[in-house]
């Protein structure tokens, strides 16, 4: 009976890392789509105050 319930436990926690594993990588696709979504709002804006620059230059 006591190596059933190890093997058991072994499972159970084996489960519990892989969840928390798989919680853990979808925490850090959401982190890094919120930065790649602020690094390019910033190169758009940058972007366009250059054009902006470069045409009022022209003028």
Do not use: F
């Not at 940058?46 to 009022?56: A, G, Q, R």
Request: net charge negative; no cysteine; aromatic share 10%.
């Amino acid at each position: 009976m006591v190596p059933l319930l190890r093997t058991e436990a072994n499972d159970v926690t084996l489960t519990v890392w892989l969840v928390s594993e798989q919680m853990l990588t979808r925490n850090h696709r959401m982190q890094y789509k919120k930065l790649h979504d602020k690094l390019y709002e910033i190169w758009d804006r940058y972007e366009n105050e250059d054009e902006y620059t470069t045409s009022s230059q022209a003028t």
